[in-house]
Every structure is written in structure tokens, then in C-alpha cells.
């Protein structure tokens, strides 16, 4: 049984000639692992297989962002500061 939720996430960016972002695309996936069987000549072998299927894609214009950053900034509150902390330190250790 799959699960109902999305554990994984992608994201696209269209810019203008300027390369000031425009559009934003989120895409939602789910990735699971399914077990599957197939016949051999020596009997059945079953083996994990990890598997990913697309829920759904949210186009968002360069305001819709913007709420968006805002919205999670009024939900989150100082948590906000500490994700965004911890996503820098990220892409500091990866330069």
C-alpha cells in the first residue's frame, strides 16, 4: 500500500533575459520502496524496489514566492531563522 503523502520534492526556475526569476515550479513526489517478485528458472526471486511517482507541480509567479516565503516566516516564526541558518550552513559546506 502506498503511502499518502509526499516525501520528496523537486523545484524549476524560468527567469527572464535579465535571470530575474519569473516562475517557479514545486513539484511533489512520493518515493516508497515496493516489493516485487519475478520468476527465474531457478524459482521466484523477490527483491526492494525503491520507486517514485509524481503527486503534483505548483506553478508560482515571482509574488506567489514571495507569500509563500512569507507565509512559512508567519507560521514558523523564529524556527524560520533557524531553517534558513542551517539551509546556509548547507551551501556553505558544499562550496
Same mark, same amino acid.
Given at each position: 500500500?502506498?503511502? @499518502?503523502?509526499?516525501?520528496?520534492?523537486? =523545484?524549476? /526556475?524560468?527567469?527572464? @533575459?535579465?535571470?530575474?526569476?519569473?516562475? +517557479?515550479?514545486?513539484?511533489?513526489? !512520493?518515493?516508497?520502496?515496493?516489493?516485487?517478485?519475478?520468476?527465474?528458472?531457478?524459482?521466484?526471486?523477490?527483491?526492494?524496489? /525503491?520507486?517514485?511517482?509524481?503527486?503534483?507541480?505548483?506553478? +508560482?509567479? /515571482?509574488?506567489?514566492?514571495?507569500? !509563500? =516565503?512569507? +507565509?512559512?516566516?508567519?507560521? +514558523?516564526?523564529?524556527?524560520?531563522?533557524? =531553517? =534558513?541558518?542551517?539551509?546556509?550552513? @548547507?551551501?556553505?559546506?558544499?562550496?
Amino acid at each position: 500500500m502506498k503511502p @499518502q503523502f509526499t516525501n520528496a520534492f523537486g =523545484i524549476a /526556475r524560468n527567469a527572464n @533575459q535579465q535571470g530575474r526569476t519569473v516562475e +517557479l515550479q514545486l513539484d511533489f513526489m !512520493l518515493q516508497y520502496m515496493d516489493g516485487e517478485s519475478q520468476m527465474t528458472k531457478n524459482g521466484p526471486v523477490s527483491a526492494s524496489v /525503491r520507486k517514485s511517482e509524481p503527486l503534483t507541480s505548483v506553478l +508560482l509567479t /515571482r509574488d506567489g514566492v514571495a507569500a !509563500l =516565503i512569507s +507565509l512559512l516566516r508567519k507560521t +514558523l516564526g523564529d524556527e524560520f531563522d533557524e =531553517i =534558513i541558518g542551517f539551509c546556509e550552513a @548547507q551551501d556553505e559546506m558544499e562550496r
